[in-house]
């Protein structure tokens, strides 16, 4: 039999990766796929011409939309990223009724909903497994292997680059755009690092989850997105000595009044698998309703791991392109017609708890005035702490662990607290998951 014709669309880190994998791998991907695949056509603006494998493809030019319209081409594979020309380069393969798989977070989150339509038009498949977390298969998880189950929460590290920048920091003392630019050497980080840093490469990541565990179509624009650039190393010290670890986290989570979809910094208990997640490496926690809490772990970034997703997908295609279109897997895991409206909430509907950090004068009384203002919000602290008073200094730093509450109350309490005569600048708020089963 012919072997399926691949068109490649980028040949950088995850390019390249794919086309060693693909490669290298061939007896063995082809005895799972059932046929034998070969990269006919790429297009790259630029490539290392000693990437190995490069002499297996049919043809290497420069323009991605002829390959596109390659009526040779049977699986387009995206791995150029960003958003534009990506959509137009996806939704023209879909059109000319090609399969896609794709490596691109930012194009799913934004336009997902607009290119699975188009692909449910065309009868054709868009896999994305390499989108979210790289080499671990969680998308794979939690739309074939959770299926059984309501999933209630996620919780996950799922941008490598902020883990290693948190991890480095804490446990070598080394500097931010130190280690930043070693993530971008090593081929982790964003082609815009701020993406990693501002937590939006996560917050795509998020919202496809979200949608993967809820049933919801995909909605980037409501995920709450904080990222890591305001974590300072005394709040990583004070959080040790409390038991805690700061961690970058996306959270999707199902409640009675909607649906949770947040990324932020979060302290999490010292004792859980996730606080141990150091380096690169991704991990997600499932809580399902019937399996209980399942953990993923995993590199989530770098060429040879992305790969691993990216082959699988095309394996799955290749599996697919003999089956009939209305009983394959649904993209976003449930039927496109069962897609639910549940609200996705606005962060002053989350209930969180919190670990705050003031900095104010060493005199009495102002504890007092500080808990009154918790206090007549409702919120209960459940541990204080205070700092020595650096020499000649009239401030001391008050850490505050607290229960859980609304956001909108926490914001109005740390309001009234800026405004307090005996408290200095702004007060550092992160928030606290304890991420019990
Ligand atoms: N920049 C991403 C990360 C790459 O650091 O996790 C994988 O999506």
């Given at each position: 039999?012919?072997?399926?014709?691949?068109?490649l669309?980028?040949?950088?880190?995850?390019?390249?990766?794919?086309?060693?994998?693909?490669?290298r791998?061939?007896?063995?991907?082809?005895?799972r796929?059932?046929?034998?695949?070969?990269?006919?056509?790429?297009?790259?603006?630029?490539?290392?011409?000693?990437?190995?494998?490069?002499?297996?493809?049919?043809?290497?030019?420069?323009?991605?939309?002829?390959?596109v319209?390659?009526?040779?081409?049977?699986?387009?594979v995206?791995?150029?990223?960003?958003?534009?020309?990506?959509?137009?380069?996806?939704l023209?393969?879909?059109?000319?009724?090609?399969?896609?798989?794709?490596a691109?977070?930012?194009?799913?989150?934004?336009?997902?909903?607009?290119?699975?339509?188009?692909?449910?038009?065309k009868?054709?498949?868009?896999?994305?497994?390499?989108?979210?977390?790289?080499?671990?298969?969680l998308?794979?998880?939690?739309?074939e292997?959770?299926?059984?189950?309501?999933?209630?929460?996620?919780?996950?590290?799922?941008?490598?680059?902020?883990?290693?920048?948190?991890?480095e920091?804490?446990?070598?003392?080394?500097?931010?755009?130190?280690?930043?630019?070693?993530?971008?050497?090593?081929?982790?980080?964003?082609?815009?690092?701020?993406?990693?840093?501002?937590?939006?490469?996560?917050?795509?990541?998020l919202?496809?989850l979200?949608?993967?565990?809820?049933?919801?179509?995909?909605?980037f624009?409501?995920?709450?997105?904080?990222?890591?650039?305001?974590?300072q190393s005394?709040?990583?010290?004070?959080?040790?000595e409390?038991?805690?670890?700061?961690?970058?986290?996306?959270i999707?989570?199902?409640?009675?009044?909607?649906?949770?979809?947040?990324?932020?910094?979060?302290?999490?208990?010292?004792?859980r698998?996730?606080?141990n997640?150091?380096?690169?490496?991704?991990?997600?926690?499932v809580?399902g309703?019937?399996?209980?809490?399942?953990?993923?772990?995993?590199?989530?970034?770098?060429?040879?791991?992305?790969?691993?997703?990216?082959?699988?997908?095309?394996?799955?295609?290749?599996?697919?392109?003999t089956t009939?279109?209305?009983?394959?897997?649904?993209?976003?895991?449930?039927?496109?017609?069962?897609?639910?409206?549940?609200?996705?909430?606005?962060?002053?509907?989350?209930?969180?708890?919190?670990?705050?950090?003031?900095?104010?004068l060493?005199?009495?009384?102002?504890?007092?005035?500080?808990?009154?203002?918790?206090?007549?919000?409702?919120?209960?602290?459940?541990a204080?702490?205070?700092?020595?008073?650096?020499?000649?200094e009239?401030?001391?730093?008050?850490?505050?662990?607290?229960?859980?509450?609304?956001?909108?109350?926490?914001?109005?309490?740390i309001?009234?607290?800026?405004?307090?005569?005996?408290?200095?600048g702004?007060?550092?708020?992160?928030?606290?998951?304890?991420?019990?089963?």
């Open positions: 039999m012919e072997p399926i014709k691949i068109g669309l980028g040949l950088g880190t995850v390019g390249g990766g794919t086309v060693q994998v693909l490669t791998n061939l007896a063995e991907i082809t005895r796929a059932g046929r034998s695949l070969q990269i006919a056509h790429a297009a790259a603006r630029d490539y290392d011409p000693n990437l190995p494998g490069l002499d297996q493809i049919g043809r290497i030019g420069k323009d991605a939309f002829a390959v319209e390659d009526p040779q081409v049977h699986i387009v995206e791995l150029i990223g960003g958003y534009s020309p990506a959509r137009e380069l996806v023209r393969a879909i059109e000319n009724g090609k399969h896609v798989v794709t691109n977070k930012a194009l799913i989150a934004l336009h997902g909903n607009e290119i699975f339509a188009a692909a449910r038009e009868g054709v498949v868009v896999a994305f497994e390499a989108a979210v977390a790289g080499g671990i298969p998308i794979k998880a939690l739309r292997g959770l299926a059984a189950n309501h999933i209630q929460w996620i919780a996950g590290i799922i941008n490598g680059t902020g883990n290693f920048i948190l991890s920091m804490r446990d070598r003392g080394r500097d931010f755009e130190e280690v930043l630019a070693e993530a971008q050497a090593l081929g982790y980080a964003e082609a815009d690092p701020t993406f990693d840093v501002e937590g939006i490469d996560a917050a795509h990541k919202t496809i979200g949608s993967l565990a809820f049933g919801i179509p995909l909605q624009q409501k995920t709450f997105t904080e990222g890591i650039g305001k974590i005394q709040d990583v010290a004070y959080a040790a409390l038991g805690y670890r700061i961690k970058h986290l996306g999707a989570r199902r409640t009675e009044r909607g649906i949770e979809l947040r990324v932020h910094p979060t302290l999490i208990p010292q004792r698998l996730l606080a997640v150091d380096g690169v490496m991704n991990a997600v926690l809580q309703d019937a399996v209980g809490p399942t953990l993923y772990y995993g590199a989530g970034a770098g060429a040879l791991p992305t790969a691993s997703a990216v082959v699988a997908d095309i394996v799955d295609v290749a599996r697919v392109l009939d279109a209305e009983n394959r897997v649904p993209h976003l895991a449930f039927q496109p017609d069962e897609l639910a409206d549940l609200p996705v909430l606005p962060m002053e509907a989350v209930e969180t708890a919190y670990y705050l950090r003031i900095s104010a060493d005199r009495p009384g102002v504890m007092a005035e500080i808990a009154g203002i918790l206090g007549a919000e409702g919120i209960s602290i459940e204080i702490q205070q700092k020595e008073p650096q020499a000649g009239s401030h001391v730093p008050l850490i505050l662990l607290t229960h859980r509450v609304l956001e909108a109350k926490m914001n109005r309490a309001q009234d607290i800026e405004a307090l005569g005996s408290v200095r702004s007060v550092v708020r992160i928030r606290m998951e304890p991420l019990a089963g």
